[in-house]
């Protein structure tokens, strides 16, 4: 009985393995301990909220911060105050300091209204096939990387933060 048992579970596996080695890059599930093997932010291409080509490429050589969030999210909707916040920071700004937002929403109106109703004007782009995000291993949200000017990150942070804080924006002065 145990090895008509084992053979099943086995079998069970090897279908299993079979069906997930015939899905995609996008859409295997990333693991966990993915994004800590990731030092260089990966390069992409996607569209923003006004439907114009955006390439990761413009921000060579500026320190920003990439967060993955959602409208759908709680932490990423009570986070977007704060990072509201530091991207009035002038002093940021005036050493090249960006904030690029990537929204998984699956619907760009969902977005859109959101930020609306907010009154939230950061530059958020696209993502609603999750094919950044995947990119850069997001598991969670929101997630978001600290990068500096030859593309390399940083630091992750996961989670809502409040991106006002003295000890965050130490780490970012320190890279501009």
Known sequence: MNNNFSFIITGLLFVLVLCASGLSAAEKPVSPFEVDRLNQAPAFETKDLK????????????????????????????????????SRNKTFKAHGFEIVTVSVDQSSSDTRNFLSKKGIDLLVLLDGRKVIARQFKVFSLPTTFLIDRNGMIVEKFFGEYDWTDAEILAKIEKLL
């Open 51 to 86: 439907g114009a080509r955006y390439l990761s490429s413009s921000l060579k050589g500026k320190v920003f911060l990439l967060t993955f969030w959602a409208t759908w999210c709680p932490a990423c909707t009570e986070e977007m105050p704060s990072l509201q916040s530091l």
